[in-house]
């Protein structure tokens, strides 16, 4: 299964890319199982997973939705300002 991984903002400089793509042998995957692997990739980004929000496409979703095979999941950092 290959996904495709988008990083916004703050992550994308952490990460020094703005997009990977990830392969994986399961058959059933959830974000939560993208986002493990990313950390595993990107070690930096670590403290900052707690309060990424993820999306799917263009759809806000939880750690727990199914991903699917082609997906695009997307990291996005908190933002601030005034």
Do not use: N, W
């Amino acid at each position: 299964m290959r996904v495709h991984v988008v990083f916004y903002g703050r992550l994308k400089q952490d990460t020094g890319t703005k997009q990977a793509v990830l392969d994986f042998d399961a058959q059933a995957l959830t974000v939560r199982d993208v986002v493990d692997r990313v950390v595993t990739q990107y070690p930096a980004l670590r403290p900052l997973l707690d309060t990424v929000a993820c999306t799917i496409g263009a759809e806000l979703v939880s750690p727990d939705q199914a991903v699917r095979d082609g997906d695009e999941v997307g990291l996005l950092p908190p933002v601030s300002g005034g």
